[in-house]
């Protein structure tokens, strides 16, 4: 499995257009296009927006950051955040924790454009238990972290696992929804093929409960072939103009030692 990590600068090297077809677009010389991903967490009272320009495919600095830009969050609740620049391209709130299904309104005005996203928290879904299991492919036998938890019945749930294995950054592992397991107590087993898990092996598991618009922009990034030059494009969060997303996700973070 291909490994991803937020910021997703790399990913949109790739310079996919701002609508779901597949487009043929010449990577090397396709104009700069905006990208601003957003994100609120139930785990911090520190929110981030990242705003930055694609680069050409094969740049050695996969971020040009955009300075100067106006930033604000708006809640159902009637508040609003603004988000100050730290360092150019990336904006953050202090005092801001973001709640259960709470409605957020992401809105970025760059060069005098408004660009707007909105997203709902899910509920929060813990796991119960995690531990190493054992599976063979191809023939020999790989170690793969499993978790367990009951899946709340009678409504869509989206979720995104990213892990973090010996203290390395947290990186996107798996995605997954309940089409299939609506309610249900749900074994989920995470593998990435580019790291082999050995006994002792420190694991950090954040599990995020994310919204349907989330789920589908991941989903193809996921499914996407970095060799094409015609690679799946992800849905539109900030309609014409801008590439990325905006999500309020519910996350909850699970350690185990590998067996």
Not at 31 to 48: A, M, W, Y
Not at 79 to 87: I, Y
Not at 127 to 147: M, P, V, Y
Request: overall charge negative; some cysteine.
């Amino acid at each position: 499995m291909r490994r991803y990590c937020t910021p997703i600068f790399l990913i949109v090297g790739f310079l996919w257009s701002s609508c779901e077809d597949v487009i043929d677009i010449n990577l090397n010389d396709a104009n700069p296009q905006l990208v601003i991903i957003g994100e609120v967490s139930n785990q911090t009272n520190r929110q981030q927006v990242t705003i930055g320009r694609t680069v050409a495919f094969g740049s050695d600095n996969p971020f040009d950051p955009v300075s100067g830009a106006d930033v604000e969050v708006l809640t159902g609740s009637g508040q609003v955040f603004h988000f100050d620049e730290q360092e150019p391209g990336i904006y953050v709130a202090d005092h801001f924790r973001g709640r259960e299904n709470e409605w957020y309104e992401l809105h970025v005005r760059v060069d005098g454009v408004l660009f707007t996203a909105v997203s709902t928290m899910p509920p929060l879904v813990i796991a119960d238990s995690i531990g190493t299991s054992i599976r063979n492919l191809f023939g020999e036998e790989e170690k793969l972290i499993t978790l367990k938890f009951q899946d709340p019945p009678f409504m869509p749930n989206y979720y995104r696992y990213l892990w973090s294995v010996n203290g390395a950054p947290f990186e996107m592992v798996h995605l997954a929804q309940d089409k299939f397991n609506d309610g249900k107590y749900v074994s989920e087993d995470l593998i990435d093929f580019d790291i082999e898990l050995v006994t002792g092996d420190s694991v950090m598991v954040q599990m995020q409960c994310i919204d349907k618009a989330t789920f589908d922009f991941w989903n193809a990034v996921e499914s996407t072939n970095p060799g094409s030059a015609a690679p799946a494009n992800p849905p539109a969060a900030f309609g014409i103009g801008a590439l990325g997303y905006f999500s309020a996700c519910a996350m909850s973070e699970i350690a185990t030692v590998v067996q």
